[in-house]
């Protein structure tokens, strides 16, 4: 786990110029196929926050996609109820499909809030995603 965080944080400094004081919290869940984690990070004004997010939203660590999605609600707090109304789900894509790539394609219809193209417990695509835009459209 110190050996995923370590590169998380060397891929934020690389990407953003982030130097975090407080490494990332990882956490591993078994039964899911991917790692989750948290990290706090503090910036001067509400738009360079935003701008960071957009540099750091997806990256790679040994071959493998991650994606970062930032947000300024609090922890714990449910999310909105329309997202449901907000989300679509995006098939028939190309097993070779990055999720940055995706986000390209579809950012012309709104902002979006969170991507994510579904993988197996080998990380190889399953050939569909979801789509969260801020909006309704």
Partial sequence: ME???????????RKAGIDLGVPPSIDRNPLKKFYGGRMDISCPSKAAYHEMCEKIRYFEIDGKEGRALCHEREIGKKLDSSDDQRTVIVKNLPAEMKQAELHQIYQEYGFIVSLKI????????????????RDEQ
Avoid at 119 to 132: N, V
């Fill in 3 to 13: 050996y995923t965080t370590s590169k998380l944080a060397a891929e934020l400094k």
């Fill in 118 to 133: 579904s993988i197996d417990s080998d990380h190889k695509s399953l050939g569909y995603g979801y789509i969260t835009f």
